[in-house]
């Protein structure tokens, strides 16, 4: 099975702020990389699939890229806005068993 | 718009089963993988199983297999997950989710809202 692991496992950041959540896989996995935001008590919603690709409707703030690698990939999110404020998962689609990191909760400062 | 909406989760004895049924509309059902993911209290999100668009490919989570199965009824656009002998680490909330296209290494880009299931005794 391809592990995922993300760091941080928590980050503390303010209103405004440009944080990085990193996610590496134990095999290569092309740009079979997805992330995803859950914000407490609601179903995870998509933001991101193929590394990079936008899903529709997220806000431009929101991106993400891979090494080159096909192991280490990472969610950068711009300027912070509170109802960012919400934990992340990546995901690998690569293979079955389809997998997901171990999740990044994003508090507030 | 796409709406899954789960149910058959509840309160079961260590054991028992359980099945849980995603109603789905809004999409060409029967062109589409699908995924249960499900998340213990506090915890993070687990694959659970997959479907591919006609039911030919199943694949299912090392921790369930054997007593979970995945299954889908095209003409009544639903989705369900027969889970046998269950365990409290059963205990989650238990999301269906459509993939992005038929096949089983599909990502989740809509889900449901989830139906709760709790092993106990």
């Known amino acids: 099975d391809i592990q995922m692991t993300q760091s941080p496992s928590s980050l503390s950041a303010s209103v405004g702020d440009r944080v990085t959540i990193t996610c590496r896989a134990s095999?290569?996995?092309?740009?079979?990389l997805n992330w995803y935001q859950q914000r407490p008590g609601t179903a995870p919603k998509l933001l991101i699939s193929?590394?990079?690709?936008?899903q529709s409707g997220v806000p431009s703030r929101f991106s993400g890229i891979g090494s080159g690698s096909g192991t280490d990939f990472t969610l950068t999110i711009r300027s912070l806005q509170p109802e960012d404020f919400a934990t992340y998962y990546c995901?690998?689609?690569?293979?079955?068993?389809?997998?997901f990191g171990q999740g990044t909760r994003l508090e507030i400062k | 718009q796409v709406q899954l909406v789960e149910s058959g989760g509840g309160v079961v004895q260590p054991g028992r089963s359980l099945k849980l049924s995603c109603a789905v509309s809004?999409?060409?059902?029967?062109?589409?993988?699908m995924h249960w993911v499900r998340q213990a209290p506090g915890k993070g999100l687990e694959w659970v199983a997959v479907?591919?668009?006609?039911?030919?490919?199943?694949s299912y989570a090392d921790s369930v297999r054997g007593r979970v199965s995945i299954s889908r009824d095209n003409f009544k656009n639903t989705l369900y997950l027969q889970m046998n002998s269950l365990r409290p680490e059963d205990t989650a909330m238990y999301y269906c989710?459509?993939?992005?296209?038929?096949?089983?290494?599909?990502?989740?880009?809509?889900w449901g809202q989830g139906t709760l299931v709790t092993v106990s005794s």
């Open positions: 989710s459509k993939g992005n296209y038929y096949g089983s290494t599909s990502y989740s880009d809509w």
């Open positions: 809004g999409f060409t059902f029967g062109t589409y993988a």
């Open positions: 479907i591919s668009f006609d039911g030919s490919q199943r």
């Open positions: 095999q290569n996995i092309g740009t079979y």
């Open positions: 193929a590394a990079s690709s936008l």
């Open positions: 995901q690998q689609s690569y293979s079955t068993p389809i997998t």
